[in-house]
């Protein structure tokens, strides 16, 4: 494989760090205090889910999130902190990028009304599988030095 300036391993790694970076910047710009407090995260989705054209999304938001609303928000507001820090220290990448992917999914298809969200999810699902089929952390990772994966 030619590249320009940086080997192909390289690029995947930029490529993972920016991913992390992204899901890093999702993490910083949310309002924990709502979320947390108010639960303003979890009654938004709630609003959406309620709406949706799928029963499969209505009835699997209502069995899975809605009796765990606090519990949710966290695992929704921690899970992209531990993306984030996984995939820009390449720790545990492979688990990070298949995470990720799964929730950019999950985001997708609670979203699918909303044109302006879908962009971002489809590009961040798309850098997921880049970076696990291209093994991103073989480079510039903890997983490379510490010899996993």
Do not use: C
């Not at 291209?134 to 996993?148: R, Y």
């Amino acid at each position: 494989m030619d590249t320009i300036w940086l080997t192909g391993a390289e690029w995947l790694a930029v490529l993972r760090i920016g991913l992390g970076l992204w899901w890093l910047e999702s993490w910083r710009h949310k309002d924990r205090k709502a979320w947390f407090a108010r639960g303003t995260g979890i009654a938004w989705a709630a609003g959406i889910a309620a709406e949706h054209r799928w029963k499969a999304v209505r009835s699997g938001f209502e069995t899975a999130v809605a009796p765990h609303p606090r519990v949710m928000a966290y695992v929704v507001v921690y899970a992209e902190l531990a993306l984030g820090l996984g995939l820009i220290t390449g720790f545990l990448t492979p688990v990070a990028l298949a995470g990720g992917f799964l929730l950019n999914v999950l985001y997708f298809t609670l979203m699918i009304h909303d044109v302006a969200e879908q962009g971002q999810n489809a590009m961040m699902a798309l850098m997921s599988v880049v970076g696990l089929f291209g093994m991103s952390w073989q480079t510039w990772s903890l997983d490379s030095a510490l010899g996993l994966f």
